[in-house]
């Protein structure tokens, strides 16, 4: 197919958000910026049109998409026996970074739900897919617009190198302002499972619910067989670079030290060597040497959602410059989007060094 590729402001808004909406309409597909990554949207209740989803992305079958709706109403017509804390987070954090699964309505076709009886749906807070959600009338299925095993996207380039030629539409809309994809919350397990660490951190969602429990498995899978079939999907793997990252965690000496020594040892072997770092480690005397090398800074240590912003390009950027090895500075710090921001760090990488 031929993509159409939109630059939208303030002036031609309209027109290209009634253009998006009418591809929607007539089984297209259109990728657009969210506040956490740009999405690629089909309407969600046409299988034909979320089919085009799966092949555009080269997505596994059976790994399920959520749904990003403008109102209640539209909540309404895909999810039923909604529980009363799920209204609860909607009202503390919609709309905005929060998917919350639910107990799917039989209107959502099997393909858009990966064959489960549940969905995970999204209100962004984003004009553009809202304004599109409501022009087109239906529910979007929008995953991220990355090519499958591809870091999400964080501008509209990252989305055409992936995906023009293979989807109707994309509107460019700049820089998206998360930069990580949404937290999941899986509201059909008691206690409400985490999914997927995001902005909404896991203490946010307890102060307004109560009890959550980890659900996703960094580091280590959880056994519980049946929260397992509830995370089916999760099982599929996520981004990782063609170039094999190796993540260093720990303090802010230990983490510098430990890098300029696996330096040491891939330079000896030959080995071609791109570094991701936070400004603090950059700047020390010992890496006076750092424009030897491919780098990118990610951010302050302290400021981790400016490392979270920054991430996906960084691994793009290193992955495009045919390196053996990625080292990551995982010195940041935990708090704010900090969780979220070393767990995309830990899927990424195949080898971890906590020191
Ligand atoms: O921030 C975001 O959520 C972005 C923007 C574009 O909205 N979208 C996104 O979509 O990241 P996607 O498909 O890449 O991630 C949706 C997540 C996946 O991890 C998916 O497996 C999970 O939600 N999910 C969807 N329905 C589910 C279900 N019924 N049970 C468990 N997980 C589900
Ligand atoms: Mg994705």
Do not use: C
Request: charged share 25%; net charge negative.
């Amino acid at each position: 197919v031929e993509t159409l590729v939109f630059r939208v402001s303030e002036e031609n808004f309209d027109a290209v958000l009634d253009k998006a909406a009418a591809i929607i309409r007539s089984g297209g597909t259109v990728a657009f910026p969210t506040e956490t990554v740009y999405g690629l949207g089909a309407d969600g209740l046409n299988p034909d049109a979320v089919l085009k989803i799966f092949e555009a992305k080269e997505r596994p079958p059976g790994n399920p998409l959520s749904l990003l709706v403008h109102s209640r109403e539209d909540l309404g017509k895909v999810a039923r026996n909604i529980p009363e804390k799920a209204f609860r987070l909607m009202d503390a954090f919609w709309p905005g970074p929060l998917t919350i699964v639910l107990e799917k309505n039989d209107i959502v076709p099997a393909i858009t739900s990966g064959n489960l009886q549940s969905i995970g749906v999204r209100m962004p807070d984003h004009k553009i897919p809202l304004e599109l959600v409501k022009r087109a009338g239906t529910p979007l299925a929008a995953p991220s617009a990355n090519l499958s095993g591809k870091p999400s996207p964080s501008f509209a380039s990252h989305v055409i190198a992936d995906l023009i030629d293979r989807v109707d539409a994309i509107i460019d809309g700049g820089e998206v302002i998360i930069g990580l994809e949404s937290t999941v919350i899986d509201m059909t397990v008691e206690p409400p499972a985490l999914l997927r660490p995001g902005a909404v951190r896991s203490g946010d969602l307890e102060k307004i619910i109560g009890k959550v429990q980890p659900g996703y498995k960094d580091g280590e899978a959880r056994t519980d067989a049946a929260l397992l079939e509830k995370r089916a999907g999760q099982k599929y793997g996520h981004y990782t670079p063609d170039t094999k990252v190796v993540l260093v965690e720990g303090g802010s000496k230990s983490v510098p030290e430990k890098i300029v020594k696996l330096l040491e040892i891939y330079r000896n072997e030959g080995q071609k060597v791109g570094l991701l770092l936070t400004e603090e480690t950059a700047g020390l005397p010992a890496f006076k040497m750092l424009g030897t090398y491919e780098y990118f800074l990610l951010g302050p240590r302290e400021e981790p959602e400016v490392a979270a912003r920054k991430l996906f390009e960084g691994l793009r950027n290193m992955d495009r410059r045919g390196l053996d090895i990625i080292v990551a500075d995982g010195s940041f710090s935990h708090s704010g989007i900090g969780d979220a921001l070393i767990n995309r760090l830990r899927e990424a990488s195949s080898v971890k060094f906590v020191v």
